[in-house]
């Protein structure tokens, strides 16, 4: 959601803050705005609307400090406007903020401020926050160096919900102070310098040595030190984290959308979190410690994910089923800990997340270890809360993915939890060494497999152009197609903000059918050749109700049947099933891609959308 920067060292801050927020607007926001220190004065220059907007300002013009805040926000309390854009101050103009999460018991603050004396001109529940610390640092009759500090954690212990911040002051002219709670914050470290931001595209040009805060960690910065002290505030020493990105990955590189280069950018990122993890004899997890004995002993699997990334969840569950002979349930993160899930030492919890940061995900984390469950994250971004929390860390080595429509993290994802399965089974022994290895010999060759099908670009671009007027459109597909369908009608939902829905084919008589007249768009995935006749005759009773259909076909199950009963054909790679969700899907994104290029919309941002869920 919303997108923090930060900068203090001998430059201009301005200009650095606002390339650090235009990097961050894949978030999804709907203001913007920076703070400075000017001399003896806060000045916060901030807007309703996109970054941009900031650029040609002349107040922005007169910017000259080298330290500064910066913040776009995804309205939660309050309607988008100049007013509730951040940084905020307190009355007396002495503390600025930014603020990333939610205050849940900001109205308690407030009123209790209110009765000391303080008044509010915005309805967001950040404005407590520079108050609350005016308060503190008020009432505090030492004046030793930790004032300032004291103030800011003496106010975090009185928040509940999630939080980073960004705090200057003019009582401290020469620092900042950051701290998070549940909402990720990096400080990266440079010569003389520091930047601080929510997420680490946003100041990777500047430098790849990071630190990663944990909760209530706080940071005093000043231009030539950093100094962390624990929720005590008690020094200690933090060690900082390379990150191997390519800041030039975080730019289109000529591509018209992040979301089209990123598509583009999947048979790397495939090949990437395949790397070193296949090898003649075994897969590499030398991160994880589990023994046979400890795999033998499950009863159960579950994966919990959101969105996209349960799609991801879905394509692979019945692989672990398959190959390791372990019942795995796929969970929605965000309805996990409130079903009462049974979860014990026989359980074992593997949370997917292309962020790392996803609130419910992270939530539902917390819970399983509580119940003793071992755990296993699955995320793109190395440090991130979730892999910080979990017991074992995997990562995807996706790259940064921009657009906040997922895609290559999607198919990323796939693959790793496809390796994973593949290493447990190894270690259980509960599937032969002849159809692993056929497995390890198909991951390998999927890279390729992935180009072939981005060579249907034309194809799906000329079939957009008969569905982008369309008000609804159906998928199709039975067994592991069914995931493929419903990660492809998520796509289209997201970009083009046409009412789509998938559902297994086999359900159609159920009551589905009823929806089908003449001239509906259906599509229906049908890779799965023990499967193919069934889903055929399914989509045949939506061809005599007058749908108009496309379909999308491995080479094998293409000579299978009858092209011309279809008004279109997508022919994509064979590929062992168990992997197709990875080939199936990438046509199916680049239908999503242009139909809302035809509709005129912003692909890598569309409306009410947000990158990472980092609230409930």
Known sequence: MCGIVGYIGSQKASPILLAGLSKLEYRGYDSAGIATIEGNVLKVVKNKGRVESLYNLDDTKKLEGSIGIAHTRWATHGIPSKINSHPHLDNSNSFAVVHNGIIENYIEIRKFLEKEGYHFISDTDTEIIPNLISYFYNKDTKNDDLKILRAVKNTCDKLIGSFSLEILSLYMPDNMIVVRKDSPLVIGKGNGESYIASDIPAILSYTKDFYLLENFEYALLSRDSIKFYDNDLKEFEKKSTTITWDAMAADKSGFEDYMLKEI?????????????????????????????????????????????????????????????????????????????????????????????????????????????????SITNVIGSSIARESDFALYTHAGPEIAVASTKAYTSQITLLTLLAMYFAEILET??????????????????KVETSLKLTSQAKNIAKNIFKEKDVFYLGRGIDYATALEASLKLKEISYIHSEAYSAGELKHGTIAL?????????????????????SNIEELITRGAVTTVVVSETTSKQIDHSIFDNVIVVPDTNIYLS???????????????????????????????SVTVE
Not at 305 to 332: F, N, P, Q, R, Y
Not at 431 to 448: F, G, V
Not at 524 to 530: A, L, Y
Not at 584 to 592: E, G, I, K, R, S
């Open 264 to 376: 583009m950018e999947q048979p790397t990122a495939v090949r990437e979190t395949i790397g070193s993890r296949l090898d003649d004899i075994y897969c590499n997890f030398d991160e994880l410690s589990f023994t046979k004995e400890y795999l033998s002993s499950l009863k159960q699997i579950y994966i919990i994910a959101c969105g996209t990334a349960m799609h991801a969840s879905l394509g692979v569950k019945d692989t672990i089923e398959h190959l390791c002979k372990i019942h795995t349930e796929i969970a929605v993160a965000s309805e996990f800990r409130y079903r009462n899930p049974l979860i014990d030492e026989t359980t074992l919890c593997i949370f997917v997340s292309q962020s790392g940061e996803t609130a419910d995900t992270l939530a539902a984390l917390k819970l399983s270890k509580e119940h003793k469950a071992k755990t296993i």
């Open 516 to 536: 089908i007249e003449k001239g509906i768009n259906v599509i229906g995935i049908m890779t799965d050749e023990n499967l193919l006749k069934k889903t055929v």
């Open 581 to 611: 969700p990875i080939v199936t899907v990438v046509p199916l994104q680049l239908l999503a891609y242009y139909v809302s290029k035809e509709k005129g919309l912003d692909v890598d941002k569309p409306r009410n959308l947000a990158k």
């Open 431 to 448: 599937t032969s060494t002849e159809e692993l290895e056929k497995l390890k010999l198909d991951l390998l060759a999927l890279p390729n």
